[in-house]
């Protein structure tokens, strides 16, 4: 099966003593870099390669480790630095087997350095690791695009990765959260159901007939779907968090006006929109200028 190599290059306004220390110095790059958990260099003669030990945690309690070998270029006449890397691990639950790639560090001329790397790597499991490598190879991508984007941040404003990452992944939480109740709300009670409770605030709202009120709450339950879809594949998150705060007062304002006795029921309308409400202001909060993968070139020029 024919793969392409993983190619991810940003500009990083910083002075190139900086990003070579972030980059190449251990309790720094682990710090930022997705793909690590632990980076721990081993001790070396002069003249040979940096040899490493690097572990990757995957959750419930399974971790990656393996070995690697770096090679720093300094000195080259446009100022630029290169770092090749050869990499590998011999645990069998590892998709990758070994793997070999580089960073260069090139200055330009607007005072940026153009970081980039490119990398690949030969996997095991046969056609089935072939096959498993068509979804994993794009994540790889992706985590390394988006740690490059978090090395940027933190050395152009300052803001320390951990912080960077509470706040993209809570913010993707909150969407995922968001996009489930949308969904749920849509599907369950109006689409495949219709529970009475939905006709009956339909028609006390609107005077509407029952069969009417059925055929309301057809077209809502799908444009809630469409919302529902809408948190997993709009970019702005932001812009999606400013209308859940005008919608979900609305929403529990025209709930307790159709029926007053919604407000004695358990998880009524008044706190369950007002949950969300809250939930929706923080998200708006945290998800302001988090890091992002687009900020990176994924093709060569």
Request: proline content about 5%; hydrophobic content about 45%; charged content about 20%.
């Amino acid at each position: 099966m024919v793969k392409n190599p993983i190619y991810v290059e940003i500009p990083i306004r910083a002075e190139m003593d900086k990003l070579w220390d972030a980059t190449q110095t251990p309790n720094q790059h682990e710090q930022w870099d997705l793909r690590f958990s632990s980076i721990t260099y081993l001790p070396k003669e002069e003249d040979e390669p940096q040899r490493f030990h690097y572990k990757t945690n995957i959750g419930f309690g399974i971790a990656v480790e393996g070995w690697g070998e770096s090679v720093g270029t300094h000195g080259a006449k446009d100022g630029s630095k290169t770092s090749s890397l050869h990499f590998g691990t011999d645990q069998k639950i590892s998709l990758i087997e070994e793997g070999r790639g580089y960073w260069k560090y090139n200055p330009q001329s607007d005072g940026t350095i153009q970081f980039l790397t490119q990398y690949d790597y030969d996997t095991r499991w046969g056609l089935f690791g072939c096959l498993v490598d068509k979804v994993f190879r794009p994540m790889m991508g992706w985590g390394t695009a988006l740690s490059f984007d978090v090395v940027r941040r933190w050395l152009e404003k300052g803001e320390a990765p951990a912080h960077q990452y509470i706040r993209f992944f809570s913010t993707w939480l909150i969407a995922l959260l968001f996009s489930f109740v949308w969904i749920y709300h849509g599907l369950v009670p109006k689409l495949l159901f219709m529970h009475p409770v939905e006709i009956s605030m339909t028609t006390g709202a609107l005077s509407l007939t029952d069969s009417q009120a059925i055929w309301l709450n057809t077209v809502i339950g799908s444009l809630e779907i469409l919302f529902g879809l809408l948190w997993l594949f709009y970019r702005q998150k932001r812009h999606l968090f400013v209308l859940q705060l005008i919608a979900f007062p609305l929403l529990a304002l025209a709930a307790i006006m159709a029926e007053l006795d919604n407000l004695t029921h358990p998880f009524n309308p008044l706190t369950f929109n007002l949950a969300l409400v809250i939930l929706s202001a923080v998200g708006l909060m945290v998800s302001k200028d988090v890091p992002t993968a687009r900020h990176c070139k994924r093709k060569r020029h």
